[in-house]
């Protein structure tokens, strides 16, 4: 009897210490192509996740708004269905108004100055804008400067009057198409192949590897150069799942998301002109570059946007933003 107890009790430890030795499920969901700079840095989070925690973590990537789309996903992270996602800057208006400082038209000359201003102490601070709302920000990740499209040609602001522009959940971004007279809709990330194709919208606004990834080049005739605006993200993460784990998992998964964000920053940095000249290879689209007098007249266009979003922004990150503009002395 007494073999009989000792061997169940074994048998029942060895049991407990398998289910414990269970890899935690961490689902990092997106709504972009595999190979654009987001799509690459969460597969690379994956591969170093799983290499610096074997068998502790097992991370799955769902990519293309495969499991969570647009307004959904950060729903999603704040229920625990969902632990790591990284929509654009644009789309945390609900959370907090600080980050609308991103979306303020021409306020970082190129995305060199963009990512100046993310390794700012105040940049950084923006990481934990939302840790009210139980949202900590692991960090900034970058995909590049917007292009405007259409199927009319844009080369003035008056070329985009009364047009309807698809946009993201931004009111930034909302003001800004006002402010040319144009309409803009906010649509989800996954319907905007099709909004352009039916012509539910005119024009919308991406950069290049959105573009080329989701063949948006093929439903609109021209892209205008405009740098007019950033599109990058922030990983995000639910503070109490994250504050949860054992120290040792959390420390893993930091070291793994830093590097996965580098790499993907890096590939943002340096393939953005490859994406471009994919986009011209694929003879649908005529790019059109603006003078220096007409990118000026976008900008004077654009511009009030910045007085009627300073109050909530606040002057100060305006202001840290423009600094960065300047570049660093050696
Ligand atoms: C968009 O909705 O246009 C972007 O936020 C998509 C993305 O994640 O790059």
Not at 71 to 83: I, R
Not at 259 to 277: C, F, M, T
Not at 288 to 310: N, S
């Amino acid at each position: 009897m007494k073999l009989i107890i000792a061997l169940c009790s074994a048998l029942l430890l060895s049991l407990s210490v398998a289910a414990s030795a269970d890899p935690i499920i961490i689902k990092y969901s997106h709504v972009v192509a595999e190979n654009t700079p987001k799509g690459q840095a969460a597969l690379k989070f994956k591969e170093l996740a799983e290499k610096y925690l074997p068998g502790k973590v097992k991370v799955e990537v769902f990519p293309n708004s495969q499991l969570y789309g647009d307004g959904k996903e950060m729903e999603a992270l704040l229920l625990g269905d969902v632990q790591i996602v990284a929509p654009a800057l644009a789309k945390f208006g609900k959370y907090t108004k600080k980050l609308q400082v991103f979306d303020l038209p021409f306020l970082f000359d190129n995305i060199h100055a963009v990512d100046r201003f993310q390794r700012s102490p105040t940049g950084l601070a923006l990481l934990d804008s939302m840790e009210d709302k139980g949202i900590i920000g692991l960090g900034f990740l970058h995909n590049g400067m917007k292009e405007l499209s259409a199927n009319v040609p844009l080369r003035t602001p008056e070329d985009a009057k009364g047009l309807k522009f698809r946009i993201m959940s931004s009111d930034v971004l909302e003001a800004q198409f006002k402010a040319l007279d144009a309409n803009p809709q906010k649509l989800a990330f996954a319907e905007v192949y099709q909004a352009l194709q039916s012509g539910v919208v005119d024009g919308a606004e991406n950069p290049w590897s959105n573009i080329y990834t989701k063949k948006f080049y093929e439903v609109q005739k021209y892209i205008t150069e405009s740098d007019h605006g950033v599109l990058d993200y922030m990983v995000v993460t639910n503070a109490k799942w994250w504050n949860g784990l054992p120290a040792d998992i959390r420390k893993g998964l930091a070291k793994a998301m830093k590097e996965s964000i580098a790499y993907g920053n890096k590939i943002a940095l340096n393939d953005a002109a490859d994406y471009r000249a994919k986009v011209i290879a694929a003879h649908k689209a005529k790019v059109i570059k603006l003078t220096k007098a007409q990118k000026a007249e976008w900008r004077k266009a654009m511009k009030p946007v910045w007085a009627q979003f300073e109050p909530a922004i606040g002057q100060d990150l305006i202001n840290a933003a423009l600094e960065a503009n300047k570049p660093q002395k050696k």
